[in-house]
């Protein structure tokens, strides 16, 4: 099975940079992404690792190490609109995509 | 805009009634996923379908089936509907090696 482990919420302050970690356990590994979700709508992507170190992609970035079965997603510059939930998702071989729990993140002024 | 569209985007029915969820998947794309997503829950994987096959199954009840037509487009339906049920239903469609692309998902409500 698929096992895949984030933090429920996570409180930061506007302007500043917030880590969230994501844990997987997997078998078939391929890929992991980071999608960003606001009440109600759909996940959109924001990231994706395949190979081990840093991806960065303007106020966001991701890292992954395949060995440790980590990741974390950076956020830079926090603004009010980043107040989201933020899932981890783990690509399989077969092309499944499982998803964690999310990471509720609210910014505060 | 994801390219990716379900419909109907909002469903209200009751106890023990069947329904039927649409997607539409990208241009080009040949898998199409079902999730579940219930309040302050995560995304559930339901199915996979590959170019009209069954690829995988996840978390599915057999009350729930899925299938994929020739243009790609598919159906989940869901049977003998109980309150647990309502939930946000969302379709994804993708290809090899890239992401998946969701649609808006339908809100299914049982009463």
């Known amino acids: 099975g698929q096992n895949i482990d984030q933090p429920t919420e996570m409180t930061a302050t506007e302007g500043a940079i917030v880590q969230i970690n994501c844990t997987y356990q997997?078998?078939?590994?391929?890929?992991l992404f980071w999608y960003q979700q606001h009440a109600g709508e759909a996940p959109t992507f924001l990231s994706y690792?395949?190979?081990?170190g840093l991806e960065e992609k303007g106020r966001f970035s991701s890292f992954l190490s395949r060995s440790k079965g980590y990741s974390y997603l950076l956020l830079k510059e926090l603004q009010m609109k980043d107040s989201a939930s933020y899932l981890c998702?783990?690509?399989?071989?077969?092309?499944?995509?499982?998803f964690g729990t999310g990471t509720s993140l609210t910014v505060i002024p | 805009d994801s390219g990716v569209t379900q419909t109907p985007k909002h469903l209200i029915t009751a106890t023990g009634q069947r329904v039927t969820l649409r997607c539409s998947p990208r241009?080009?794309?040949?898998?199409v996923y079902w999730y579940q997503q219930s309040l302050d829950q995560g995304l559930q994987f339901l199915i996979q379908?590959?170019?009209?096959?069954?690829?995988a199954k996840g978390n599915i009840l057999e009350r729930f089936s899925a299938q994929q037509f020739p243009d790609l487009h598919s159906e989940l339906n869901l049977s003998s509907l109980e309150l647990g049920d309502s939930a946000l239903y969302f379709c994804?469609?993708?290809?090899?090696?890239?992401?998946?692309?969701f649609g808006q998902g339908t809100r299914l409500t049982v009463v």
């Open positions: 998702a783990v690509r399989v071989s077969g092309n499944q995509f499982y």
């Open positions: 690792n395949v190979l081990d």
């Open positions: 994804a469609s993708g290809s090899l090696n890239t992401e998946a692309f």
């Open positions: 997997t078998s078939g590994f391929n890929g």
């Open positions: 379908y590959y170019n009209g096959e069954e690829r």
């Open positions: 241009s080009g794309d040949l898998s």
